[in-house]
């Protein structure tokens, strides 16, 4: 039977968690490509991480996803590297070849994902079957379509944060696979916020493999390279 998959990046790589008769599993990745690999057979993969990239100029799914997740929270959604910057070396490099190429800044925040970056773009650029079933979300817009009240104020990382998202959670799956799975993970191999963001994707998964998922922008876009771009929810 087909199921889905919700990634998010870890400091140990990427962990990835699944139903499986109503409880979750977890496991922890090394590479973009071990995920795909360990679950090609997924109807469903939703990935915190920018896909579908720019050769100039800014994402039309960042802007959008701004004003979706509104206020405060609107500044957790950053702006995507252009394409031309993703093997660059450091952040001067970074910093630099983008300014040439796009005329705009580049973020810390941005920069210590590169690498993430990289891994999936390098990936469904040569994996044409893995186009169909990855797409890209940001947790701070699903967190916002599942409350329904627009983005939340509460940063991801406070108690205040994490426990708001874990509740919106449990509407979904349930108080306790929620708490256990949480449990389960050692912070050791993922961050809190990582889990609750992989879940995050998870329900997204969920939407997107029954026909119900919408996107931004919507219809979506594609890139240059033939990537989908647009944040799913």
């Known amino acids: 039977m087909a199921y889905?998959?919700?990634?998010?990046?870890?400091?140990?790589?990427?962990?990835?968690?699944?139903?499986?008769?109503?409880?979750?599993?977890?496991?922890?990745?090394?590479?973009?490509?071990?995920?795909l690999e360990a679950h090609s057979d997924a109807a469903v993969i939703a990935v915190?991480?920018?896909?579908?990239?720019s050769d100039s100029g800014p994402r039309t799914p960042d802007a959008l996803a701004r004003k979706f997740v509104g206020g405060r929270r609107a500044s957790s959604v950053f702006s995507s590297p252009v394409r031309g910057v993703?093997?660059?070396?450091?952040r001067e490099e970074a910093s630099n070849r983008h300014r040439e190429i796009d005329g705009r800044g580049f973020g810390a925040q941005a920069f210590g994902i590169l690498p993430k970056i990289l891994e999936w773009d390098t990936l469904l650029r040569a994996n044409k079957p893995a186009r169909r079933i990855v797409?890209?979300?940001?947790?701070e817009v699903c967190f916002a379509a599942m409350d329904g009240n627009g983005g939340?104020?509460?940063?991801?990382?406070?108690?205040?944060?994490?426990?708001?998202?874990?509740?919106?959670?449990?509407?979904?799956f349930g108080e306790i696979p929620v708490n256990d799975l949480l449990g389960r993970?050692?912070?050791?191999?993922?961050?809190r916020d990582d889990v609750l963001d992989a879940l995050a994707a998870l329900w997204s998964t969920q939407r997107i493999a029954r026909g119900a998922?919408?996107?931004?922008?919507?219809?979506?876009?594609?890139d240059a390279e033939g990537l989908c771009r647009a944040i799913w929810y």
């Open 185 to 191: 993970v050692p912070r050791s191999r993922a961050a």
């Open 86 to 90: 993703l093997n660059s070396k450091s």
């Open 48 to 53: 915190d991480i920018p896909m579908g990239l």
């Open 135 to 139: 797409r890209e979300i940001h947790p």
């Open 152 to 172: 939340l104020a509460e940063p991801k990382k406070s108690p205040q944060g994490a426990a708001r998202r874990a509740a919106i959670l449990s509407r979904y």
């Open 213 to 222: 998922a919408l996107s931004l922008p919507n219809p979506p876009e594609i």
């Open 4 to 35: 889905c998959l919700g990634v998010d990046g870890a400091k140990s790589g990427w962990i990835a968690v699944r139903l499986v008769h109503g409880a979750f599993e977890y496991e922890v990745f090394g590479s973009a490509r071990a995920v």
